[in-house]
């Protein structure tokens, strides 16, 4: 059974950090990349950031660069997100994925989300 199982969310206040976690089980979590999504209420989800199955080549949104980081420890099949002097307008459901393309097979699979809430 797949599962993503996102936690580190919480409430903090303007330019402060939060790191999030995301671990997978049930799949080969070193063959896959991983991303992080986010999705402020009323708005579509948008992509944060990418990283490949390796850990390299990480990807950023252009408002994030800088000051988040995406990261990945193959060995505990856990993917991070360092969030640092975060935003209020980055309040959000943050959501973690995993995707893989073989041929014409596409897996996808996502978590259930955690809520990041930046306030003062």
């Known amino acids: 059974q797949v599962q993503l199982v996102e936690s580190g969310g919480g409430f903090v206040q303007p330019a402060r950090s939060l790191r999030l976690s995301c671990a997978a089980s049930g799949f080969t979590f070193s063959t896959y990349a991983m991303s992080w999504y986010r999705q402020a209420p009323g708005k579509e989800r948008e992509l944060v950031a990418t990283i490949t199955s390796a850990g390299g080549s990480p990807n950023y949104v252009d408002s994030v660069k800088g000051r988040f980081t995406i990261s990945r420890d193959n060995a505990k099949n856990t993917v991070y997100l360092q969030m640092n002097s975060l935003k209020p307008e980055e309040t959000a459901v943050y959501y973690c994925?995993?995707?893989?393309?073989?041929?014409?097979?596409?897996?996808?699979?996502w978590g259930q989300g955690t809520q990041v809430t930046v306030s003062s």
């Open positions: 994925n995993a995707l893989r393309n073989v041929w014409a097979i596409r897996y996808d699979y």
